[in-house]
């Protein structure tokens, strides 16, 4: 069974909405030097099964935190090549 790793990341910007289960909604979110915002397209491994892994794509259409503390995101995965950007395309 594989375990999660932790990954500390920050929000970014003022909270722009909390709802009824206390999620604080935020413009994007920071790791290291990686910054992501509501509306950004995303590449995601799925696997990493040693050299070979599963990428699919994503748009990024909500980033919140979990009354937890927990940072989490909503997305729109993309299936179809027509769906991607042409920079998207390339990578």
Same mark, same amino acid.
């Given at each position: 069974?594989?375990?999660?790793?932790?990954?500390?990341?920050?929000?970014?910007?003022?909270?722009? *909405?909390?709802? !009824?289960?206390? %999620?604080?909604?935020? #413009?994007?979110?920071?790791? $290291?030097?990686?910054?992501? *915002?509501?509306? !950004?397209?995303? %590449?995601?491994?799925? #696997?990493?099964?040693?050299? $070979?892994?599963?990428?699919?794509?994503?748009?990024?259409?909500?980033?919140?935190?979990?009354?937890?503390?927990?940072?989490?995101?909503?997305?729109?995965?993309?299936?179809?090549?027509?769906?991607?950007?042409?920079?998207?395309?390339?990578?």
């Amino acid at each position: 069974m594989a375990t999660e790793e932790t990954i500390e990341c920050t929000s970014i910007g003022p909270i722009l *909405h909390q709802d !009824d289960d206390n %999620r604080r909604f935020y #413009e994007g979110f920071q790791i $290291d030097s990686l910054s992501v *915002h509501v509306g !950004d397209c995303v %590449r995601v491994q799925l #696997e990493d099964k040693g050299a $070979d892994t599963v990428d699919a794509f994503a748009q990024v259409l909500a980033i919140f935190e979990t009354s937890e503390e927990e940072m989490m995101v909503e997305v729109r995965w993309l299936s179809q090549t027509a769906e991607l950007t042409t920079k998207l395309r390339q990578m």
